[in-house]
């Protein structure tokens, strides 16, 4: 369906690879292979014939035959009770010299419910002819995951049922995260670009590109005559999906698009619906409107220059997507890059503030999507103003905070503003978080239109991949603070919140519980900071990470935020990738919502609680 | 009873409502338009109306709020200003979209380069205020402002700030961020003080060794 696009970049410069085999080269991370790999992992002993230990210095995890991809992912589900997928991405380990090897690679990292650490499992394909065999029955919460893999790099899923592109659009020419693609204004592969310094050659870029001279189109292709081809596509996917709703009458089923232009959807987001008078029998949700490459840009900057983008991505709480980033970073930088004791209180306290301000907001939000239009968000959001105060006083910034560096964070707390949170999570929002409670968790309306709406089992919610507050509003206890533990939150006393109707009044209340808890965080570590340092060594405006990979992940406030780093050792990330909570979250929604009158869609959405500038990236 | 909790929650908007006429009784008129009365509406023990009518009102920004960078300049008794840019470019090199171009020359006799730079461009358009350039800029030449109104009427001519609109006096950065200045002053002076040390201690050893009987 999606292949009739040609892929220019696949051609002239890559060799074939049959045998994927990591070799050393020049712009390629991965390193000679080194023997002796010490102990046979459990998949290793399970699958002789087709599972081999990643040999590469700084790598995890084993190198699983596509052929038995299958087979082994059933065999870690099922068997060694991996049931969680936490993040599906593909690496392009590419290499322009004649006689390097070039391969795909897609990286699946895999935790269990109950907690623990991770597995890793990789499969490599060659680049001209990647294709890999879908597990989106064995883990549907590879759903978009994969989809998004097939869109950025061109890897095609056997078996996925719906693979179209999910962030560029249909007709787009390419798949943006190859390395040898190309993007509109480009200037050179890595920064710092030569023409800022020591050229300085000032020029306003749309000048040197003007605006409809920008696009490329795949080849044969005339913009003036195209036909959509992208909507057939997705209202037949949709009748498809909705054949399996079956109903003894025959009705006339209509499509209703909510979106992109849409109160509720919290931004530029579209969900197709088909309806069966006012029951919804399919619905696809369609992102990429916000869509800017961030990982592209990601591989283009230097690793300290992405610190100040993760703050873009989820814009309510870019002090968790900062915490995610330097934890990545500093796994891989090894023990020489471990913050000192102040940076790790400080880290948790923001960290926690970015929970309560981003719940706050959430919570304000639901209740607009239930129609209650902008009191209960206008109060909760006064409180999160005052969060932002201190955000502002700190970092200097409200919402892009840019406030974590690899081995501590950027400044000390200035005079004042400790005392400012003290007086806050043990005065005012104590207070204001009951008033929240009486407000809105006995109100008729509220329990009416959310209790036994949207309800999504554990199973489900485990099996689509769901993190966070929607995981644990289904009855899950997992919470990656507890589960995996990182920083410092294993000396804090709290609990995990939990629920167990998993519908969306289980989903607000999830979040008042969480505004709790982490008040108590907030409250041991205020009363803890110790004094000292807030930086390990100095920090140096361009770091080198050794080579290799790491996979760092944090509860951020909508869910697990991962972040998939690899490094070739130099100073800019060669992968640089986001598991957005956001956006795998998504991947529920259709459950969520099937079933339902048409008017639960927008407040199952609220209930996700969704930005979209992390999920579209 | 069924309405009990829609009862509760008009209760906690009527006390809303209510208060927000206590507190502006409380401050007889002074509550808005005045320095404290803003305080006091930022404040965590705020009631009632709770936002700012900018323009007439703005909220005092913290010393660490940054918005686009400015370069800085020394003024000496002469009143001659000096930049403290030398162009050596880490800021441009640090810099996550990119958005500085730094000019630099060399000098027409003797061919080295001049240390301050010729021209020093910021797009602001380009600008994401991370605040990279002054974290890491080695002579503090570089800072980020506290002005955040920068509409204009033409984006085309006016949006890439020239050397000119960008350099300010220290005087003005000692005036929004007093604290850092402090703190950086007295490490520069510091600094300075070594290095003199040091020179007059290079200057005195081959004295000192000239001085010296020689060794015999």
């Known amino acids: ?617 | 009873m069924y309405g009990i909790g829609v009862l509760k929650g008009l209760w906690v908007t009527l006390v809303h409502f209510f208060e927000s006429f206590a507190d502006d009784i409380r401050w007889g008129g002074k509550r808005y338009y005045t320095a404290e009365g803003i305080q006091h509406r930022r404040s965590s023990d705020t009631k009632g109306i709770f936002t700012v009518q900018y323009p007439e009102e703005k909220l005092p920004v913290p010393e660490e709020f940054r918005f686009i960078p400015f370069l800085l300049y020394d003024v000496d008794e002469n009143g001659n200003a000096h930049d403290r840019c030398t162009s050596c470019g880490i800021c441009a090199k640090v810099c996550p979209p990119q958005c500085i171009w730094i000019v630099r020359t060399e000098d027409p006799t003797t061919k080295r380069p001049v240390p301050e730079p010729v021209e020093f461009y910021i797009d602001v358009d380009i600008c994401m205020n991370c605040g990279y350039c002054a974290e890491y800029c080695p002579f503090d030449a570089i800072k980020m402002d506290h002005d955040y109104e920068l509409a204009s009427f033409d984006r085309h001519a006016e949006h890439i700030y020239n050397k000119e609109k960008l350099s300010k006096p220290t005087s003005y950065y000692a005036g929004i961020r007093p604290t850092n200045y402090t703190r950086e002053e007295k490490v520069r002076a510091d600094e300075e003080a070594k290095k003199a040390a040091g020179a007059a201690a290079r200057a005195a050893t081959p004295a000192a060794a000239a001085a010296a009987p020689p060794a015999e």
């Open chain 1, 1 to 617: 369906m999606t292949d009739q696009t040609p892929k220019p970049d696949s051609s002239a410069t890559t060799p074939a690879a049959p045998t994927p085999k990591p070799e050393s080269s020049a712009t390629a991370p991965a390193a000679p292979p080194q023997a002796a790999p010490v102990e046979k992992s459990e998949l290793e002993k399970k699958f002789p014939d087709a599972v081999k230990r990643d040999a590469r210095p700084g790598y995890e995890g084993d190198v699983v035959s596509a052929d038995k991809l299958r087979d082994v992912a059933m065999y870690v589900r099922d068997d060694l009770d991996y049931d969680f997928l936490s993040s599906l991405t593909a690496v392009d380990y590419f290499s322009d010299l004649p006689n390097a090897a070039s391969h795909m690679e897609v990286v699946y990292h895999l935790y269990k419910s109950t907690g623990g650490g991770s597995l890793v499992f990789r499969v490599q394909v060659p680049r001209d002819n990647a294709v890999v065999p879908s597990l989106i029955d064995i883990y549907p919460g590879a759903d978009f995951q994969e989809r998004e893999a097939w869109d950025l790099y061109g890897i095609r899923f056997d078996g996925h049922p719906d693979l179209r592109r999910i962030l560029m659009w249909e007709g787009f020419a390419g798949h943006p995260m190859r390395k040898d693609w190309k993007e509109a204004y480009f200037e050179e592969e890595l920064k710092p670009y030569k023409n800022r310094w020591p050229e300085g050659q000032v020029y306003r870029i749309e000048d040197r590109n003007p605006y409809g001279k920008n696009n490329k189109y795949p080849q044969g292709l005339n913009p003036e005559t195209v036909t959509e081809t992208a909507d057939p596509l997705l209202y037949e996917n949709l009748e498809k999906a909705a054949r399996e709703y079956s109903e003894d009458i025959d009705t006339e089923q209509v499509v209703v698009n909510l979106g992109p232009q849409h109160p509720s959807t919290h931004g530029v987001f579209r969900m197709a619906v088909r309806l069966d008078g006012e029951t919804i029998v399919a619905l696809k949700p369609v992102m990429g409107y916000l869509h800017r490459n961030h990982e592209k840009i990601g591989e283009r900057n230097t690793w300290i220059m992405n610190m100040p983008f993760t703050d873009r991505l989820d814009y309510l709480s870019s002090m968790s997507n900062n915490f995610g980033y330097a934890i990545a970073v500093e796994k891989l930088m090894g023990p020489k890059a471990a913050p000192p004791e102040r940076a790790e209180y400080i880290r948790v306290i923001m960290a926690e503030l970015t929970r309560l301000s981003n719940h706050l907001w959430a919570i304000g939000f639901l209740l607009n999507d239930l129609g209650a239009f902008f009191t209960p968000a206008l109060y909760a959001i006064t409180e999160r103003e005052l969060i932002l105060d201190i955000f502002e006083a700190t970092t200097g910034s409200r919402m892009m905070c840019n406030y974590f560096r690899f081995g501590g964070v950027a400044r000390d707390l200035p005079a004042g503003v400790l005392e400012k949170i003290k007086d806050l999570v043990h005065e005012r929002l104590p207070r204001k978080i009951d008033e929240l409670d009486l407000y809105l968790t006995e109100n008729e309306l509220v329990r009416s239109r959310g209790e036994g709406v949207g309800v999504i089992t554990p199973e489900q919610a485990i099996a689509y991949s769901a993190a966070g507050p929607v995981l644990r509003a289904s009855g899950v206890p997992y919470d990656v603070r507890r589960a995996d533990p990182y920083s410092i939150y294993d000396r804090f006393d709290f609990d995990v919140a939990v629920r167990y109707h998993g519908d969306v009044y289980d989903r607000y209340m999830i979040r008042i519980d969480e505004l709790r808890q982490s008040l108590r965080i907030l409250q041991q570590a205020i009363k803890g900071i110790p004094g000292g340092e807030i930086m390990t060594g100095k920090n140096p405006y361009q770091i080198r990470v050794p080579a290799g990979e790491a996979y760092g992940r944090v509860e951020g406030p909508k869910g697990e935020l991962g972040y998939y780093i690899v490094s070739n050792g130099k100073a800019n990330p060669y992968r640089y990738h986001v598991r957005a909570p956001s956006f795998i979250n998504l991947t529920v929604l259709e459950k969520m919502c099937v079933g339902q009158k048409v008017a639960d869609v927008v407040v199952n959405l609220g209930s996700i609680d969704i930005v979209l500038g992390e999920v579209d990236r």
